[in-house]
């Protein structure tokens, strides 16, 4: 019996390992600036809500609504995004605070917001621009501009 529960135990571990190292980020993954350039749409949205727990009692994601489309014409007045936090690489709803402004990547084959796992889809807004430059802070006004600066380098 005690055989049995080792090997049980054994097979378990080296399946949660296979998943983790499937699962990690690679230094050269794509940041925020080059998703964003590849992209159909960016968008700013306030986190509004966050859904209903999950079976471990962590939201499921959360609802934003779209301030400005920097990107794109994505028509949408919200987005839910769905969150997994106790997957492999997987981001908490809490990490999004309500009443906080974010740029996010969207992706057209997404019906709903697709906040990636190892890649940088989102990146945080400042509401008002800040009286020192800060190089990875922008406002909604700054990541337009900068999104479009890109466009012509293309």
Known sequence: ?????????????????????????????????????????????????????????MPAGFEANVKAVVKGADMRKSIVFRTDGLSCCGVFAGEFPIGTLWAFVLRPQDPQGDLGMCESRWMPVLREKLPVRVDHLFTTEQLRARLARDRKRD
């Open 1 to 57: 019996m005690r055989t049995i529960v080792t090997a049980a135990l054994s097979v378990a571990l080296m399946a949660g390992a296979r998943e983790a190292a499937a699962c990690r980020c690679r230094p050269d993954s794509p940041g925020f600036w080059e998703n964003a350039r590849e992209a159909k749409g960016v968008v700013v949205a306030e986190v509004t809500r966050y859904l209903p727990p999950d079976r471990f009692g």
